[in-house]
């Protein structure tokens, strides 16, 4: 894509453009920037592209991975961790693949900090998905800010680590959440496939679901709190490495561009 038009899409204009597209997820009228993660690795910075190198150059081959060559896909998992997380964290360890987890504060990461500690410890990407899962742009900005600081607090106070991403709960963002987000060092996730893993408990259909609506560069979305997910991760694994992709974490998606703060990314 040349770089006028990558360059574009991180205009308000191109948020609102994006954000119409996207009017069962986002409510409102958007002013706030978007970016795919295709044109997030055209626009890297040179000093990004520098320190991604030689990342690489140290990094076993396993963990090495160019977007722009492979066909990459990013696997995230939503509002745990939970009674599932040890049985997925297993499977994702069985077919060597790494996930981004955003992870809910109450009755999750209060309750399971071993499961945090574990997530970090196996290579996986730690991220926020609010306190309690209220509606970003229903509540008032100190509350707003409050629900994104807190699991910001306790992830680091277990693990050492700041999560630098946040997936908004139902995907609603506006102006102001971006505005708390950037503040508080946290860039935004959406996604471009999901299962609806909370209506049903029949893995053969998530897992088709997934396989259906998955293409290069995607953000696939499910929840592992939901009794038929993990049953469906191996099959949704071993699919899509028969198709050639590559299973990634979001950071890795973006690459070597780092997640900027505020921004939304959005297949």
Not at 168 to 173: A, D, H, K, L, M
Request: a positive charge; hydrophobic letters at 35%.
């Amino acid at each position: 894509m040349p770089k006028q038009i990558s360059a574009a899409r991180r205009s308000s204009i191109a948020g609102l453009l994006t954000a119409a597209s996207l009017a069962l997820t986002l409510s409102g009228c958007a002013s706030y920037d978007v970016t795919a993660p295709a044109d997030a690795r055209a626009n890297a910075s040179s000093a990004d592209v520098k320190a991604s190198d030689a990342k690489a150059k140290n990094a076993s081959s396993g963990d090495a991975v160019d977007c722009d060559k492979a066909k990459c896909v990013a696997l995230t998992f939503d509002a745990g961790p939970s009674e599932n997380t040890n049985r997925l964290l297993d499977i994702l360890k069985e077919n060597k693949a790494h996930a981004t987890f955003f992870m809910l504060g109450k009755n999750h990461i209060a309750e399971r900090p071993a499961e945090v500690k574990r997530i970090d410890a196996e290579g996986h990407e730690l991220a926020n998905h609010t306190w309690s899962h209220q509606i970003l742009t229903e509540i008032k900005p100190d509350e707003a800010k409050r629900e994104i600081s807190r699991v910001q607090d306790e992830v680091r106070k277990i693990t050492g680590k700041t999560p630098v991403l946040m997936r908004p709960p139902q995907g609603r963002t506006d102006e102001e959440v971006s505005r708390i987000s950037k503040e508080l060092g946290v860039a935004q996730v959406l996604w471009s496939v999901t299962a609806k893993d909370y209506q049903t408990t029949d893995s053969a259909l998530i897992t088709k679901r997934v396989l259906d609506q998955t293409k290069r560069d995607g953000i696939i979305l499910l929840h592992d709190i939901y009794k038929g997910t993990v049953p469906a991760v191996p099959g949704i694994l071993k699919e899509l490495k028969k198709r050639g992709y590559t299973v990634v974490t979001v950071s890795q998606l973006i690459a070597p561009a780092k997640p900027e703060p505020g921004m939304v990314y959005r297949p």
